[in-house]
T-cell receptor, first 115, second 115 residues
């Protein structure tokens, strides 16, 4: 079965530290990849997505992610985090084959940024 | 996303009661989803609908039912609520186009407490 693994369940950083959150998936075919963010008390918002083309994807609020097909990975990065980045981050994957596809979600990574 | 609304936003109910959570969208999307979110378990898919006549069970559909009243409306019912259905419920829509990727857009969520 397809799965998405987020290695870090809880991350604590100080402001200005660099961030990298890991995401690996198990599907071997063509995939669409997503990172969503959920700020405290809010709904999920799309941070960035990869469908095709340049494997380095830039999203909102200074986030970026790199799709490495050979490693089945789509890690999220930010060079300098802010207190306002405190949130839960979800990686999701859908395989780009057929019409009956759904998103497979990782369990999420909780990020706390200390001021 | 303001284009996807959920009512109620918060609900407290008692074991055995029937309740309905409603979702409306103005995005014109055919596809709609119901998820529940529990701490440490990420997002789990309850039901999804690819159009008004197409409704499918997700990974945790037991104890839930849905109704797709129109393209814009997708309701989730708990026929006889039980305490382990206490969770945060999200509705989502997606902009699926055949042969291309799709992005899901989430409502603000309904926080349900079953006593």
């Amino acid at each position: 079965a397809q799965s998405v693994s987020q290695h870090n369940h809880h991350v604590i950083l100080s402001e200005a530290a660099s961030l990298e959150l890991g995401c690996n998936y198990s599907y071997g075919g063509t995939v669409n990849l997503f990172w969503y963010v959920q700020y405290p008390g809010q709904h999920l918002q799309l941070l960035l997505k990869y469908f095709s083309g340049d494997p380095l994807v830039k999203g909102i609020k200074g986030f970026e992610a790199e799709f490495i097909k050979s490693k089945f990975s789509f890690n999220l990065r930010k060079p300098s985090v802010q207190w306002s980045d405190t949130a839960e981050y979800f990686c999701a994957v859908s395989h780009n084959a057929g019409n009956n596809r759904k998103l497979i979600w990782g369990l999420g990574t909780s990020l706390a940024v200390n001021p | 996303d303001a284009d996807v609304t959920q009512t109620p936003r918060n609900r407290i109910t008692k074991t055995g009661k029937r309740i309905m959570l409603e979702c409306s969208q103005t995005k014109g999307h055919d596809r709609m989803y119901w998820y529940r979110q529990d701490p440490g378990l990420g997002l789990r898919l309850i039901y999804y609908s690819f159009d008004v006549k197409d409704i499918n069970k997700g990974e945790i559909s037991d104890g839930y039912s849905v109704s797709r009243q129109a393209q814009a409306k997708f309701s989730l019912s708990l026929e006889s609520a039980i305490p382990n259905q206490t969770a945060l419920y999200f509705c989502a829509t997606s902009d699926f186009t055949s042969g291309r990727g799709e992005t899901q857009y989430f409502g603000p969520g309904t926080r349900l407490l079953v006593l």
